[in-house]
């Protein structure tokens, strides 16, 4: 089963909101970079493809809740971030010529 972003945020929504507003956006922001760094040990400990699609699922579910807090809808905000190319140079791929 396919689950796009909107779905997602909807999904983490019901699931989570309540909990969510209780803890407050910058105790969830602190969460989440508590999952960023957990991605970064599965990543850089080379713990398997496993545990980083897990913490890649957990880093994404916090972002989720974060834009729910912030009544963001993840799906515009890419789509208008990236507008289905690269931010900076408009180009697919990107070319853009700094360090990426």
Request: charge should be negative.
């Amino acid at each position: 089963m396919d689950m796009d972003t909107k779905e997602a945020q909807d999904l983490m929504r019901r699931i989570y909101l309540k909990r969510d507003k209780a803890r407050g956006i910058e105790r969830t922001l602190l969460r989440t970079f508590h999952e960023l760094g957990e991605l970064s040990d599965a990543i850089l400990g080379n713990k398997g493809q496993a545990a980083v699609s897990d913490e890649i699922a957990d880093v994404f579910a916090w972002l989720c809740s974060l834009a729910n807090l912030l009544d963001i809808d993840l799906s515009e905000a890419l789509l208008n971030k990236y507008n289905n190319a690269c931010s900076r140079c408009g180009k697919v791929p990107c070319e853009c010529t700094d360090a990426p």
